[in-house]
């Protein structure tokens, strides 16, 4: 969560002096109080700092840090997820790294007929293949894919948190984001969650702009 300098003097002024009017806190800036209300605004939306009448505004303890984890924790896997990409079980691994190239991403779920989530290729799994001599071209990828069910995922409705924790702690570029399908025994590929997702969420609440997600 970003702070303007003087939201920052504004937050610290009244932690150390409140419960303090908006005309005092004015007077101490030396700015006019309609140019505060902007600011004021701001400091209460995030939580930061509240206002009671006749009282004036105080300071609710919550840090910028506190905050932070909070709007994260609101997030869900569909607030920052993109579009998956996808291959079928019977595309050749070639043209399996090719599409990884061309989307610039570093693994492809393979799918079944109507987007049924059967495994997923990556780039090492590719590199592998490669060394060990064999013709690219003829290999079809549902021979080197990661099969279901090994294959960890994610739903819409999970936490960004679970979600990134998941990458983390099995070593994964990314997920796919899936749900059940109509006979609730397959998975439906509905998106993808990758750390480039997480790394610009964290850059967007970081500038201030999470706000959109929430």
């Known amino acids: 969560m970003g702070l303007s300098p003087r939201q920052e003097k504004i937050a610290e002024m009244v932690r150390t002096l409140g419960p303090i009017t908006g005309e005092q806190i004015a007077e101490r800036l030396n700015v006019t109080r309609a140019a ?5 605004a701001i400091l209460v939306m995030s939580g930061m700092v509240d ?7 105080f300071y609710t303890g919550k840090t910028a840090s506190n905050l932070l ?30 599409t990884m190239f061309l989307e ?5 779920f393979v799918v079944e007929s109507g987007g049924i989530l059967a495994g997923v290729v990556s780039r090492k799994d590719v590199l592998k293949v490669a060394m060990g001599g ?19 995922v994610t739903s819409p409705d999970e936490s960004v948190l679970t979600a990134a924790k998941k990458i983390i702690d099995n070593e994964v570029d990314s997920l796919p ?15 993808r969650l ?3 997702n997480i790394a610009r969420l ?3 609440l970081g500038e201030g702009r999470g706000g959109e997600l929430l």
């Open 69 to 98: 984890t909070e709007q994260v924790s609101r997030l869900k896997v569909q607030d920052v997820q993109s579009v998956p990409v996808v291959v079928t079980a019977g595309t050749s691994a070639y043209d399996a790294v090719v």
């Open 134 to 152: 064999s013709d690219l071209h003829k290999l079809p990828v549902k021979v080197l894919m990661t099969p279901m069910p090994k294959i960890i």
């Open 51 to 57: 206002a009671r009448p006749k009282v004036g505004y």
């Open 177 to 191: 984001v899936v749900s059940l399908s109509s006979q609730g025994k397959t998975y439906e590929v509905i998106g």
């Open 36 to 40: 505060l209300r902007p600011d004021l």
């Open 104 to 108: 610039d991403v570093g693994s492809v």
């Open 194 to 196: 990758t750390k480039t």
């Open 202 to 204: 964290f850059v967007e």
